[in-house]
């Protein structure tokens, strides 16, 4: 049976198992359990798998009401996801606060380096959406100035900067909330063929 997550009620059922999920997920990473322990635990998860699986639904396209719930950045049904939460502050821009997952681990106690790229390139692309312009990542230039830490509160900030023609540009940062930066983000979006060169 398909479900229709267009339903608030699916929905919100939808993000709940995302959010035990993620919860699944980090108590992998950090179990101490013994083999025959995770032997019986991969068995229920297998038949848990199966019973999603049965109703699975088709490959979402771009603009379908759902089409970000899987979004590896933003994503609210993705359980690999943050989420990212983006916020639109009155004077422009985009903004959001996190705290990265052990799921999200590079070094020991960091973010993967990858994790913050992904992370800057979502905002990046939606601080030129809302300065009216559509794009895709052409390119991404990453300045990682000091290390990202796991389980502690960062704030992810992006903003439009310029275009010309099809191409438009935006800078972004992860700094800590006394401002300090951690990683900076530039990033070339070129609007393709098939889309308007304003939103």
């Known amino acids: 049976m398909s479900i229709d997550v267009t339903s608030e009620a699916t929905h919100a059922a939808l993000l709940a198992l995302a959010a035990q999920t993620r919860e699944l997920m980090d108590a992998v990473l950090a179990t101490g359990a013994d ?45 690999f996801a943050p989420p990212v939460e983006v916020e639109y502050p009155p004077g422009g821009g985009v903004r959001a606060e996190q705290v990265f997952r052990p799921l999200h681990e590079g070094p020991p106690g960091l973010v993967h380096g990858g994790v913050s790229a992904m992370v800057l390139d979502h905002l ?14 052409a390119s991404l230039t990453m300045s990682y100035r000091a290390p990202v830490p796991l389980g502690v509160l960062v704030v992810a900030t ?19 909330p006394d401002g300090t930066v951690l990683v900076e983000a530039t990033g070339l979006f070129i609007t393709p063929g098939w889309l308007p060169q304003e939103a």
């Not at 992006?158 to 800590?176: D, M, P, V």
């Open 124 to 137: 990046l692309g939606t601080a030129v959406g809302v300065a009216g312009r559509v794009g895709l990542t």
């Open 35 to 79: 083999d025959d322990e995770l032997a019986a635990v991969t068995e229920e998860l297998r038949a848990l798998t199966a019973r999603l699986d049965a109703a699975r639904r088709p490959p979402v396209e771009f603009g379908e009401p759902r089409w970000l719930l899987g979004n590896a950045a933003v994503g609210a049904a993705n359980p």
């Open 158 to 176: 992006a903003e439009y900067t310029r275009s010309e023609g099809r191409k438009s540009w935006a800078e972004g940062r992860i700094a800590l």
